[in-house]
């Protein structure tokens, strides 16, 4: 469904001429998200308000067109792209924080305001937005909200999911909904909320979101610790969660992460090393810096080689500069990353960590794992020349592996990055038959002439 | 659709004959709930495992008969009632906790179990299960979760729908389905977890459940305050949080809930002051004692006649047993209760009670209310006698404004007992039409025929 002349110039008359584009070297800014795949869309609009989105979504709707509703593009799986051509719909423009309620904890945004924007501005009055993935200086909360990210502190804190009581959004038809409630509590008819927190776009363009937020923290303390073998770091993080401690984030980086971060920065990371955990506890001081005491004889009597508390501001950044550089740096292993993003139990990370290292010398493929140990939700990439036919079959086979023992152990083969287009060959491992039904009939229900991210989630579309 | 006899013996057959009744004497058991409505079911059936639920939905799906699942009938709204007849599938025979893991802070149960037997049974080993409705020490699991059941701890905890990683639930069509993960992050296609939470038992019968789990707090310290006016109380509420302290409960009585509870109970309540205020903190000792001096300052700085601080356990109790005690008691004041379940943003609690009075006043009716002031939840009860038309005409009036007034304050009609059929009156008021639309075609996507739980949430059914 390329689009027409006669429906470009409707678009142009609802946005004006200087917010849409069909022009070639702007439609190409837009082709691309963080997956390195390229789909070339028709025309790229920059809406500002919902009534415009509104009359879009209409006007793709009657003149039967695609929608393809878009953030900053940090997406993972592929959920911003333009697979079959149409309307890139850019949500930057909606990027007001309507009001911040320190009385209510809650805060009205804009879905186009970029993650790390919202956290400073929140935490300037004493609160706190918890969500937080590893893309929050650029990725926006809406992109957040369409995939439910999650990001480190999910450990204590949760998910995206967990954060948001309501959202004004566009459906298919062109109509405007408001979901949910500005109060944590709310029980009236059904949760179309969570229906539209992790539907990829798929099924509506959230336009305004009402989030809920926290008393900052007064403080918090930053600890590394070291292993020579990763399966001890991974009981180490089992042993803490035993011993009843939640920090607010366990992060995990494998001796490859550790290499090539290194390698990339300077920055004094211990290369030796088979794996790295970055432990943050938060709360009152006296009582996390007995917290952390008890973390650090936990490492040491589970086999940590060294145990670091952060002494300094500078200290801690470093280590999360450290963590937040892998995804990019991986490059140096190859041109090519096939990026998963897999969570099991958290007891079952030393089980799947054994299987890493059995694909690792089964296929003699770089391969590279880090993430958030505590949720059990592990980044896996793995990096080749995707022109290399061989190297490409093995990865995949590997992954299909990976996929089915992920299951076996109980987990889910994506934690925050959703299916897009890129995990739509896995989601049938999943999702059954009558699941996909199910969710089938609701894409249905919002979307009838299937006009709004096509090619999404769903392998073979929506027809039922 | 009353049952066929031919059908009856199909059911009969699945769940055998000791498990099903159309015996009057075991009919009128399972006709009332919590709101004091009563109908007749056609039958009832008390089925064991989830082949049995499975088979008993694919033959009413096939012969056309309602099945309304109820787990011990305490919801406030209806929802579990036959109110046209038909099937009522009580679940309580599902009554397992399979597996406690410590590990991964997880537990899956069976939706009968009784929210305060799996509350005792994972605090036994260290855990908490932070949801707890007023009524957990009969309602079931499943119960809570069709309900989305808050309590007084969602303050700090949030509700039910927090809590659930997962389920296994017959769709109306008698197929078996598998949402969400064991895992805190997830998102692989929709969430059909979060769907069927709060659904009301319109969606499916759930069979199975993941539930996530917390630490156990060390500690727990409770407080009352005592106060003059209710204003005063509703802003002490305000300022509590607005010092950045979260207490994981802060309940509310008013005159006539300390009054009615005190004559049932004989406790020492304060039956003069106008405003009682319940305040619970928990977490590690030294610092729960220093947010417990706060929390005196606080109360008393804003005009608090007493402050006590609980000194033993039984002092604990007491309190809870009043605040639990109020709804049973409100009996005194009239044999019927209209009973509501709002929430307004907790900064507006002085002008809900401003309006609350200013109702009172202008109707002469006896109003009581009570409830989770930390959430802006208020359980705001008109005590009359429903044969007194006059009375329930000018109850029904007040009620009317009170929901404008909610929802013109930024609240909810119901935090957390569900719509049922005693509130489908006033669901237009807070769904849009076409909100309300994609709800009946989500319901009509997993029941086509209508056959689970009819007349509940859509007043006018759910044809579109």
């Keep these: 469904m390329p689009i027409e002349d006669s429906s470009f110039k409707k678009l142009q008359g609802i946005v004006g001429h200087t917010h849409c584009s069909r022009k070639k070297e702007d439609l190409v800014c837009y082709a691309y998200d963080a997956t390195g795949h390229a789909y070339m869309p028709d025309a790229v609009l920059f809406p500002q308000n919902t009534n415009e989105v509104s009359r879009i979504l209409k006007t793709a709707n009657e003149d039967r067109f695609f929608v393809i509703p878009r953030g900053s593009g940090s997406g993972m799986t592929g959920g911003s792209l333009a697979v079959n051509g149409g309307v890139v719909l850019v949500m930057t423009r909606f990027s007001r924080i309507h009001h911040i309620d320190k009385d209510n904890l809650i805060a009205h945004v804009e879905p186009g305001l970029v993650t790390g924007s919202f956290h400073r501005a929140v935490e ?14 650029f990725s926006t909360l809406g992109g957040n909200l369409a995939e439910c990210a999650g990001g480190p502190r999910a450990l204590k804190y949760g ?3 967990d954060y948001v009581l309501g959202v004004e959004a566009v459906i298919p038809t062109g109509e405007i909904i408001t979901t949910g409630t500005q109060t944590t509590k709310g029980v009236v008819g059904y949760d179309l909320t969570r229906l539209l927190i992790g539907s990829e776009g798929t099924l509506g363009v959230i336009t305004r979101m009402t989030l809920r937020l926290l008393p900052l923290p007064e403080a918090i303390r930053t600890m590394s610790a070291v292993f020579a073998q990763v399966e001890t770091a ?6 803490i969660i035993r011993r009843s401690i939640i920090p607010r984030t366990i ?9 090539c971060v290194e390698n ?4 004094g990371l211990p290369t030796e090393a088979d794996a790295l955990l970055i432990i943050e506890v938060d709360g009152k001081p006296p009582d996390i810096d007995m917290t952390i005491e008890e973390l650090k004889t936990i490492c040491i009597s589970r086999g940590a080689n060294r145990v670091d508390v952060a002494r300094s501001q500078e200290e801690v950044e470093r280590l999360w500069k450290a963590r937040k550089s892998i995804s990019p740096a991986l490059f140096q292993y190859g041109p090519d990353k096939l990026s998963e993003d897999i969570v099991v139990p958290r007891s079952k990370i030393p089980d799947m960590v054994r299987m890493i290292n059995r694909l690792k010398v089964e296929t003699g ?23 290399n036919k061989g190297a490409l079959k093995k990865a995949n086979a590997a992954l299909e592996t990976l996929f089915d023992y992920t299951l076996e152990l109980g ?4 934690g925050e990055h959703g299916i897009g287009i890129t995990k739509t060959p896995y989601m049938a491992k999943e999702i059954g038959p009558v699941e996909l039904m199910l969710m089938k009939k609701i894409k249905k229900a919002f979307d009838p002439n299937g006009i709004l991210n096509p090619g999404k989630i769903f392998k073979n579309g929506f027809e039922i």
């Design 234 to 239: 991974a009981e180490t993080v089992s042993e």
């Design 365 to 387: 493929l770089m391969m590279v794992s880090f993430g958030h140990a505590g949720d059990g939700n592990i980044h896996f990439n793995i990096m080749l020349d995707k022109k």
């Design 251 to 259: 992060e995990f980086m494998d001796n490859a992460s550790i290499r």
């Design 124 to 137: 300037k009055e004493g609160l706190f937005y918890p969500p937080d993935p590893s893309s929050s200086e």
């Design 411 to 414: 987990g889910t083969i994506s």
């Design 159 to 161: 998910v995206t999911r």
């Design 264 to 267: 990339h920065l300077k920055i």
